[in-house]
């Protein structure tokens, strides 16, 4: 089973930016379809963006403009770019493989003042 590792979450003020890392030990990840999920309290996951095998990528609605989904292949990373955060993208981030059903621990956003 492959574990993915998210990191780079904390608190920030409204407006301000986190960027998510997204790792695999001993894992090609530019062979896979990759998200970025969230789960705030109360509600269900959702996905957040997406990234294909070839680049191609999609975002929520609420995010676009905002988040950028990219890879790092030097590095074997999916990255997640947050900028003009707000306190509605508060939420445990999850990175996984698309079609995934395994969850890894995520990483802790909070955006407040």
């Known amino acids: 089973q492959v574990r993915f590792v998210e990191s780079g979450g904390g608190l920030v003020q409204p407006g301000g930016s986190l960027r998510l890392s997204c790792a695999a030990s001993g894992t090609d990840l530019r062979s896979y379809y990759m998200g970025w999920y969230r789960q705030a309290p109360g509600k269900q996951r959702e996905l957040v963006a997406d990234?294909?095998?070839?680049?191609?990528?999609n975002y929520a609605d609420s995010v676009k403009g905002r988040f950028t989904i990219s890879r790092d292949n030097a590095k074997n990373t999916i990255n997640l770019q947050m900028n003009s955060l707000k306190p509605e993208d508060t939420a445990v981030y999850y990175c996984n493989a698309r079609w995934g059903t395994s969850w890894g621990r995520g990483t802790q956003v909070t955006v407040s003042s």
């Open positions: 990234i294909t095998s070839s680049g191609n990528t």
